[in-house]
Nanobody, 112 residues
């Protein structure tokens, strides 16, 4: 099973923005809900956002209004636009869904 592949993380100052991407393959991407989750150092997995195959979205309270999830079913790609980043957003971000194997994640560090 091909794992999901996340990218786009990095170091950003508080208030900055990043756009994460997740490349999927090996399954019919368009029919599955997809998710972003994150894991901060020393903490468990935290759900961030989900999007249905048809584009219905939901967000954790901690990111609503700052993050935007989207998908391109033609390109089998999931994205997460993150604005107004805060130090507490620092974590490794993973995309999940469709029972696909989780990838390595992408590190987001928000620090001055």
């Amino acid at each position: 099973q091909v794992p999901l592949v996340e990218s786009g993380g990095g170091l950003v100052q508080p208030g900055g923005s990043l756009r994460l991407s997740c490349a999927a393959s090996g399954f019919t991407f368009s029919i599955y809900p997809m998710n972003w989750v994150r894991q901060a150092p020393g903490k468990g997995l935290e759900w961030v956002s989900s999007i249905s195959g048809g584009g219905i979205v939901s967000y954790a309270d901690s990111v609503r209004g700052r993050f935007t999830i989207s998908r391109d079913n033609a390109k089998n790609t999931l994205s997460l636009q993150m604005n107004s980043l805060k130090p507490e957003d620092t974590a490794t971000y993973y995309c999940t869904g469709a029972g696909a194997r989780r990838g390595q994640g992408t590190q987001v560090t928000v620090s001055a």
